[in-house]
């Protein structure tokens, strides 16, 4: 079975500065996706940026980016020029191909110090 | 497209109640799936279908059931509920496509609290 682990419980950053959240997996399989995901506290689940394994190139989308490093089975997510709107808890999950199964790791609650 | 919806945003169950989370998708997505989470967990995965008349179990599905008789809709029944069930809940419906775009979009959620 696919886990995902996010060591990091809680991170801040000042405001307008970089941060990164890291997300480690553990698959036999070669082919899935990885995705990040926001949660505000209105509890709407948010999707922040998506990753195909098959896929070297880095994703970024905006302030986001990913460095996925897939034989160290890594994917940490950066956050540029942090905004206060940032603030929010932050979930890695990995999509089974076979099942079209989504496996979350625990969350990373971001804080944006102003 | 309205998306995922759900209702109710909020239940609060007598333990041994019974009732149904409703969930509708206006993407004409084929899969569709519950998760529940609970505080210091990620999201965790109860049924899941990818079709009408197509369900399945996920991580969680003991005291659930599920049934897809439409595209649209794939509501969550809790058959006696107990406090272990008082969670937040998300629907959730994704495109199977060989172009990979398979990223699923998740309701708003409906809090739920069981006495």
């Known amino acids: 079975a696919q886990t995902v682990t996010q060591s990091q419980p809680e991170m801040s950053v000042q405001e307008a500065e970089t941060v990164t959240l890291s997300c480690t997996y553990d698959?036999?399989?070669?082919?899935?996706?990885l995705f990040w995901y926001k949660q505000p506290p209105s509890r709407q689940m948010i999707l922040v940026i998506r990753?195909?394994?098959?896929?070297?190139q880095n994703a970024t989308e905006n302030r986001f980016s990913v460095n996925f490093q897939k034989a160290a089975k890594s994917f940490s997510l950066k956050i540029s020029d942090s905004q206060l709107g940032d603030a929010a808890m932050y979930f890695c999950?990995?999509?089974?191909?076979?099942?079209?199964?989504?496996?979350f790791g625990t969350g990373t609650r971001l804080t944006i110090i102003p | 497209n309205a998306g995922v919806t759900q209702t109710p945003k909020f239940q609060v169950l007598k333990t041994g109640q019974s009732m149904t989370l409703q969930c509708a998708q206006d993407?004409?997505?084929?899969?569709m799936s519950w998760y529940r989470q609970d505080p210091g967990m990620g999201l965790r995965l109860i049924h899941y279908?990818?079709?009408?008349?197509?369900?399945d179990q996920g991580e969680v599905p003991n005291g659930y059931n599920v049934s897809r008789s439409t595209t649209e809709d794939f509501p969550l029944r809790l058959l006696s509920a107990a406090p272990s069930q008082t969670s937040v809940y998300f629907c959730?419906?994704?495109?199977?496509?060989?172009?990979?775009?398979?990223?699923?979009?998740f309701g708003p959620g409906t809090r739920l609290l069981v006495l």
């Open positions: 959730a419906s994704s495109l199977i496509s060989t172009s990979g775009r398979r990223t699923q979009y």
């Open positions: 698959t036999s399989e070669s082919d899935y996706y």
């Open positions: 990753q195909e394994a098959y896929k070297q």
């Open positions: 999950a990995y999509l089974n191909f076979g099942n079209e199964k989504l496996t």
């Open positions: 993407m004409n997505h084929e899969y």
């Open positions: 279908s990818v079709g009408a008349g197509i369900t």
